[in-house]
């Protein structure tokens, strides 16, 4: 970004006074329409608001007008890079790195660009010499830490990891304590906090058994909705309600920190298998339940759950774009209800829950989700099911850490919890991994999909004939 004088658009900008700056620049832009750093930083913001083929309007211009800013090309390359225009974005970053050879931030958004491809060796290089042009730059090693994770550098990628709390989305977190990174403190307690959604406790909690033998006590500060599942789960330690008064507690450490601290590598993820335990009343609940429901069939239907969309988090921009990619519409499902034999149930929750009340053409779509006021409650149903297919949600978390056969619809760009060229996980044991492989299209993943759950319920079918 060009930066002005202190009362410009610019300085309006890096204050976070956003709408203030926009109406600067708009300003600005009526006195000169062809100024090229305006058009530049104006574009930049408009993208920091989401507003990207507006801003690709006046980037287009900047650089058509100056060829040689920088700055113009790397904007622009952002503003393809979140419409998934992965191939449009790499030219324009290569084009503000050959106008300025250490541009950080073209640099390291080429990097993401490559890794949202696919291609992690390349990208590395880009972040480490963005991280070379500017090594105080939270962001690049924050990125630089998301590739080596993608790529399954563990012990390196949860180090570079600890960036991200100076990365200006993580500066509200305030920890009370020191902050525990893996020593030995017998006698101490350890909290363990929230960070991130559901799914990243869910997927983290399972570190707390491992924490405890370095320490004293543990204490799992989780949200309401998590308390139940997680107590039941893990009895040997404290889950504690954000809701509550702070406990008493000696040491912190972030849930997502925890393979940080525990040396974690690909080779060292504990319980693979599931760790997530049931609350017996409410399993008795919905098995009964559930009999009720196949009354209405030949009671030999294969129980599939779906979820189609996760929480959209629109005050974190990284969190809100990768939901856009991440989440679809029941519709895309339809294909799936060509198989005979299977009756979905909905486990959708949120904005998109509605959808459930219109199921596409011929399929059977079951919806409790009115009993479902907790994770707890939404793990003793999916423990009745035969299966659970799901967008990167936390309900997908639950599914397999309850060690419950679970497919995993991935976009493009695969979230690198995940890894990369994956179809299972070493984090759960009973996911497969249905990736896109053109992005925002989920017709290749859901055409596989259905030919995988044919084969399953015939399966399924031969199970209960055998059984009989």
């Known amino acids: 970004m060009i930066v002005h004088p202190e009362g410009s658009a610019e300085s309006l900008q890096l204050a976070g006074r956003l709408d203030e700056a926009r109406h600067a620049y708009e300003a600005r832009l009526k006195v000169d329409p062809s100024d090229s750093k305006t058009l530049c930083n104006y574009g930049g913001l408009l993208n920091l608001l989401n507003r990207f083929n507006e801003a690709m309007v006046f980037l287009i211009r900047a650089v058509q007008n100056d060829p040689a800013l920088a700055d113009g090309w790397s904007n622009l390359g952002n503003s393809f890079l979140h419409l998934s225009q992965y191939e449009n974005a790499i030219a324009c970053y ?36 963005a991280i070379a042009a500017a090594p105080e730059n939270a962001y690049s090693r924050t990125n630089l830490a998301v590739s080596l994770l993608q790529s399954g550098q563990y012990l390196e990628g949860f180090r570079e990891y600890e960036h991200r709390w100076t990365a200006q989305d993580y500066l509200s977190f305030d920890l009370k304590r020191p902050r525990w990174t893996g020593s030995v403190a017998p006698g101490q307690t350890l909290l363990i906090s929230t960070e991130g959604g559901f799914g990243d406790v869910i997927q983290f909690s399972r570190f707390a058994d491992q924490a405890a033998q370095r320490v004293g006590r543990v204490i799992l500060r989780v949200r309401p909705a998590l308390v139940s599942l997680l107590q039941d789960s893990f009895p040997d330690h404290v889950v504690s309600s954000e809701d509550d008064a702070m406990p008493a507690h000696d040491l912190e450490c972030p849930v997502l920190s925890l393979p940080m601290a525990l040396g974690t590598t690909l080779e060292t993820i504990p319980l693979a298998q599931g ?53 679809t519409d029941l519709s895309t499902f339809g294909p799936l209800a060509a198989i005979p034999g299977v009756a979905f149930y909905s486990l959708q ?11 596409p053409a011929g399929m059977r779509l079951i919806d409790h989700t009115s009993f479902l006021h907790d994770f707890s409650d939404t793990a003793a149903l999916v423990g009745e099911l035969d299966l659970v297919i799901a967008v990167d949600t936390s309900t997908c978390h639950v599914a397999a850490a309850l060690g419950k056969p679970t497919w995993l619809l991935s976009r493009y760009d695969q979230c690198w919890r995940w890894l990369s060229g994956r179809i299972g996980s070493p984090w759960y044991d009973s996911v497969r991994i249905f990736q896109q492989n053109v992005p925002l299209d989920w017709s290749g993943p859901v055409l596989a999909m259905k030919e995988a759950l044919a084969m399953f319920c015939q399966q399924h079918t031969e199970r209960q004939t055998e059984a009989v």
């Open 275 to 327: 760790y997530l335990v049931l609350d017996p009343v409410k399993r008795v609940f919905w098995k009964q339940k559930l009999a009720d429901d196949m009354k209405q069939g030949d009671g030999k239907f294969l129980r599939v759950g779906l979820v189609w969309a996760g929480a959209p988090h629109p005050e974190i921009q990284a969190a809100f774009l990768a939901d856009g990619r991440r989440s």
């Open 94 to 129: 290569r084009n503000s790195i050959q106008l300025h050879s250490t541009h950080a931030l073209a640099l390291s958004n080429m990097g993401v660009a490559l890794d949202h491809r696919g291609d992690h060796a390349l990208a590395l290089q880009f972040h480490r010499l």
């Open 349 to 359: 929750i949120g904005e998109k829950a509605f959808q459930a009340s219109v199921p």
